[in-house]
């Protein structure tokens, strides 16, 4: 019999709680799209670091994540504080993290390569205490599989409301405070700071709106907890195959939208040669295609099934790839705006709704390894898949700055750059991020728990439980 009652943990949820849980991914995403799609430009043309060092520094905070990550995941399955399991780590981690972004993008210490190290390091650390817990909490709320579509349909609009945000709002309101109008220029650097402080702010209250309309149901045993190591990551790695899977589709995917993101002011600004209102646009176009289409996510699965609809956004988004390529490369479509418009959008539909959706897999992967081994050890596999997810926003930093460095981009220019760099820039835009689709459409085809699998995983584990 199918176990569907409220108090054999398939909930249903308010509005208001579904609203309030994606509170949580739109704060997080006005800090951390932030970074994802302009402390490259603030780092290389702001506060002075040229490219390849700002690539390193980009692959070294991400090995400090790696050991970090297991950490905090570890941690939190192991412990219980007063204030909820998952939920106590918004208000604990909130404010330390707003301050570290902010001194991210302060130019005080204009060209120091430790201060950059320290803050940037020390923002994604404090990342990872919200982000880890924020995603374990999504599978504490329910073990219903439509009430978790719904929940990361309306987390995921709320996240890509914070990128519209972020993406449009960013180039204004900096250009608006710049002495000289430019978002790119030394002379922007306390415009960037002025800006950061609003939205870390903002994301910080949002943080506190989210813990206090939400509340964990399912989680991990007390007496389970004690035994809960770092060496459990790993070894969930090893033996769960869908966890595998889905991990190396985060970073690939993360990959294909941070590759985008990160190029995409550069490419407007030097190879469209745009003003700051069309970079805004432009990079705007990137958080409206999935605030129109992720509600959609749930007719689309039940019309074509979950991986279907994977490969149908996955070959949208190399649809708008090849309407930038040829708006960028045939001379009678050569400075058509609105073909470069209609390429951004196209591709964000792609890749921005396969990147939202994924992550209603991972209470899926985390059923899995409850109903294999036991234990429902949520903030291991959220770390992991954590790691994996940073992975993918770290070489959307590597990735730009090690191309722009072996095409001779110069950093000092504000408006030109030689055919050269501007090639570069073109394939960060849309040969690169092609290539990894089809990679990652290669990976999800392995991926096994459809959502028949999923329902009837969840049921025999609350059976199971309801006997013991």
């Known amino acids: 019999m199918a176990l569907t009652q409220e108090t054999k943990g398939f909930y249903k949820l308010s509005w208001l709680q579904r609203i309030g849980f994606g509170s949580g991914d739109l704060a997080q995403n006005l800090i951390y799209q932030t970074i994802s799609m302009y402390l490259l430009i603030f780092y290389t043309n702001v506060f002075g670091l040229a490219p390849s060092v700002a690539a ?24 219980h504080p007063r204030w909820g399991k998952y939920r106590s780590y918004l208000l604990l981690a909130g404010i330390p993290l707003s301050v ?26 404090c990342y990872t205490l919200i982000n880890v817990p924020y995603g374990a909490l999504n599978s504490s709320l329910t073990r219903d599989t439509n009430e978790i579509t719904i929940l990361t349909s309306v987390r995921m609009v709320l996240a890509n409301v914070g990128g519209l945000i972020v993406s449009v709002g960013i180039p204004i309101i900096v250009g608006a405070l710049s002495p000289d109008g430019k978002m790119n220029s030394a002379a922007s650097g306390g415009a960037w700071f002025t800006t950061m402080t609003i939205y870390s702010i903002a994301g910080l209250l949002l943080l506190i709106f989210c813990f206090f309309q939400t509340k964990e149901r399912v989680v991990m045993n007390a007496k389970d907890a004690v035994n809960v190591k770092v060496s459990d990551l790993w070894m969930e790695f090893v ?30 600004i030097y190879n ?37 609809m994977f490969y149908m956004f996955l070959g949208i988004a190399l649809l708008g790839i090849a309407i930038l390529y040829l708006a960028s490369t045939v001379p009678a479509l050569k400075d058509k705006i609105w073909l470069i ?42 770390a992991l898949t954590g790691i994996f997810f940073k992975a993918g926003m770290a070489l959307g930093g590597v990735i730009p700055g090690i ?3 072996i095409v001779g981009f110069d950093q000092t220019n504000e408006v030109t750059q030689s055919a050269f760099a501007q ?46």
């Open 56 to 79: 390193t520094m980009f692959l070294v905070v991400r090995l400090v994540d790696v050991l970090w990550d297991p950490v905090v995941g570890a941690f939190i399955d192991k412990h």
């Open 100 to 125: 570290f972004a902010i001194l991210c993008f302060w130019n005080g210490f204009s060209g120091n390569l430790l201060y950059a190290y320290v803050t940037y390091v020390g923002m994604s650390m």
């Open 239 to 268: 033996r769960n195959k869908p966890l595998r899977v889905l991990a190396f589709f985060f970073i690939v995917t993360f990959t294909i939208s941070s590759v985008g993101n990160a190029a995409g002011s550069y490419f407007m």
């Open 272 to 308: 469209v040669h745009a003003s700051t209102s069309q970079v805004s646009a432009f990079m705007g176009l990137s958080a409206i295609a999935p605030i129109i289409f992720l509600p959609m996510v749930p007719f689309f699965k039940r019309l074509v099934g979950k991986k279907n």
């Open 341 to 382: 418009y209609a390429g951004q959008f196209i591709r964000s539909v792609g890749t921005m709704v396969t990147g939202g959706y994924m992550w209603a897999l991972i209470p899926e992967v985390i059923s899995y390894s409850e109903y294999t081994s036991g234990r429902r050890i949520a903030g291991i596999v959220n």
């Open 403 to 405: 191309v722009l460095s």
């Open 423 to 468: 090639q570069g820039i073109l394939w960060l835009i849309t040969v690169i991020p092609a290539i990894l689709i089809v990679i990652s459409m290669l990976i999800i085809k392995q991926y096994t728990l459809t959502d028949e699998v999923i329902d009837k995983i969840n049921m025999e584990i609350e059976a199971r439980d309801s006997q013991e």
